[in-house]
């Protein structure tokens, strides 16, 4: 499997494509891993050599104890790029896959040339949402996590067709890190990268939802658009996980804008 060695931890990805074409790196959202995109990927890979991490603590990436920063998982990403000698590459990342593209956006501005930021926000508060979540993983473990995370992730109509890439993520959500998930809560408690905003350079779209639980449009993806230097919105009638309620309404989103 391919792993690449940051600071004593192994962080999985994959790297599929042809070498010449412009790379494109996928950052899942909590609770999940690099699967979150296969629907995708098929459609992507005859444009762009695709990139897919799993976020420490997640998938087969290594789960350290104690709490994670926005800044260090993000800079675990562009480790993973440094190590494939991937020097620039578009980015798109979901949830708290848009909270690192955000911050890579912002502080790693040369390397990215677009970058696509899907139901995702510069500040997830109340901060006590994620102190609970932390302390519901720490205290029932992830079945109770994947419980809630039906409802919270997809729009009613995906789970009354019984989609069965719901039940899928479900079981990924179960079988994530402990330790992982709730690192991550921290960082995303503790996060506020409005004033990072103005400081993004790259071509940006702004994928997401009125119907997005977690994350609606308003007070989070219209932050991004306001604060983001001539940022692009894609309105996509879907619950949270976007590129799983609307698959290809979000795919043609990105490919468009990408080309």
Known sequence: MPFV????????????????????????????????????????LPHFRVLRCDLRGHGASDAPAGDYTIEALARDVLAVADALEIRQFHYCGLSIGGFLGQWIGANAAPRVQRLILA?????????????????????????????????????????ARQDPRVASLRRTVQGTSVA??????VAIRDMDQTALLKSITAPTL?????????????????????????????????GHLSNIDAPDLFTAAVLEFLR
């Open 5 to 44: 060695n940051v600071d004593g931890r192994r962080l999985f990805y994959r790297l599929e494509g042809n070498d010449d074409r412009p790379v494109l790196v996928l950052v899942h959202s909590l609770g999940v891993d690099h699967n979150l995109w296969d629907r995708q990927v098929q459609d992507w």
């Open 119 to 159: 139901n995702t926000s510069p500040c997830a508060s109340p901060a006590s949402n994620w102190e609970a979540r932390r302390q519901m993983a720490l205290s029932q473990g992830m079945s109770a996590i994947a419980d809630a995370f039906v409802g919270r992730s997809f729009h009613p109509d995906t789970v």
């Open 180 to 185: 992982g998930y709730a690192g991550c809560c």
């Open 206 to 238: 702004v994928v997401g939802s009125d119907q997005d639980v977690p994350l609606p449009w308003q007070g989070h993806s219209d932050v991004l658009m306001r604060e983001i230097p001539n940022a692009r919105a894609a309105k996509l009638p879907t």
